[in-house]
């Protein structure tokens, strides 16, 4: 999961996407963080969120905190 993260990463540095506030090793760090796998569980299990919704959070939350267009 980490090395997907990292892919991730890889990507919006090379387009010149990845936000300021980030350098490489923590925005992987933030990334991996977000998508482990009991935050998963929780947010679905405990919170009731279904799979898709998880997606479509994770997608924006990610979004929204790593690509810096987006400040």
Known sequence: ????????VDALIA???LA???NKDNAIDALW?????PNWE????????TNQEYVE?????TFRTLV???E
């Open 15 to 17: 387009d010149g996407n």
């Open 57 to 61: 959070r994770m997608k924006t939350l």
């Open 20 to 22: 300021s506030v980030w």
């Open 33 to 37: 963080t977000l998508l482990l796998v």
């Open 1 to 8: 999961m980490r090395e997907g993260c990292e892919s991730v």
């Open 68 to 70: 810096g267009n987006s």
């Open 42 to 49: 929780n947010l679905t299990t405990q919170c009731g969120w």
